[in-house]
């Protein structure tokens, strides 16, 4: 389990020490295989989310501002089927081809439609993924993200505290979120997953310094391309081993 939302420790820290595990767990994985939430059954979103149009000046200023509603609204397109979902996804590298060089002009189709739509990473890799002959195939249904949300659920999951800690750590999930910064339970992640001691760096296979125990042991760097999966490893690989057994499942289909 690792944090994408806010914490306390450097980019540096948690990418090495994600690679790490995500680079052993997904070795075993085809590399064919995209992990992305996906429903056909869009509900509130329909009318919320793809039908109105929007312009965000956002994109032609230097600075940030409210997006602008169109006072008209589109029809649902009839040439494919808008597929939504959590907008983390770990997408394969044949897709992603697919989707800059769009070869039957699918991915261009669909990237003209969600340009003016309201939070389109919800619905675009989505829609592309499960409208795709060659690709619809590939998907497991999951963003691999442990959240809590509110009964019935709100835009945002909720905070994560110390009460979380063990469902969370157990969970299998790749990613956690939301987190307020400098909450208590991520000094519980530094101490218990990470083993970073504080004011330090989270240690690698790279760290050859320290051999005296008070010393810090990545005062010294290695080869810094050295990755050495962490005691979480196996967890994850069960839970995506779990995932992967499911893929020809209806759950995991573009349905």
């Known amino acids: 389990m690792w944090i994408d939302s806010v ?17 052993h767990v997904l070795l075993s994985v085809s ?8 429903t056909s059954d869009l509900g509130w979103k329909e009318g919320q989310r793809v039908k109105p149009i929007v312009v965000d000046p956002g994109l032609y200023l230097a600075r940030k501002t409210q997006i602008f509603y ?6 649902m397109p009839e040439a494919f089927n808008v597929f939504t979902g959590s907008p983390w996804v770990v ?6 081809e697919f989707c800059v060089f769009g070869w039957d002009n699918l991915p261009r189709t669909l990237l003209m ?10 619905v675009y890799f989505h829609s592309v993924v499960c409208n795709s002959p060659e690709f619809k195939n ?4 999951s963003d691999m993200r442990y959240m809590v949300w509110d009964n019935p659920p709100k835009m945002e999951p909720l905070f994560l505290n110390t009460s979380d800690y063990d469902l969370m750590a157990q969970s299998g999930a790749a990613f956690a979120r939301q ?33 005296n125990w008070w010393m810090d042991p990545c005062s010294r760097w290695g080869d810094v391309n050295m990755l050495k999966p962490g005691p979480q490893v196996k967890i994850l690989g069960d839970s995506v081993q779990r995932l992967l057994q499911d893929l020809s499942s209806e759950s995991n289909q573009c349905r």
């Not at 590399?31 to 996906?38: A, G, L, P």
């Open 7 to 23: 914490a306390h420790f450097s980019d540096s820290d948690m990418v090495s020490t994600l690679l790490s595990d995500l680079s």
């Open 31 to 38: 590399r064919d295989v995209n992990f992305i939430d996906h």
């Open 70 to 75: 169109a006072t008209e609204k589109r029809p």
């Open 91 to 96: 997408l394969s590298r044949p897709f992603l």
């Open 113 to 122: 439609y969600f340009t003016n739509a309201v939070l389109s990473e919800e």
């Open 138 to 141: 590939t998907t497991v249904n």
């Open 179 to 211: 987190f307020n910064k400098d909450e208590a339970v991520l000094d519980m992640i530094d101490q218990n997953i990470l083993k970073r001691s504080q004011n330090r760096v989270t240690p690698g296979a790279w760290c050859i310094g320290g051999k």
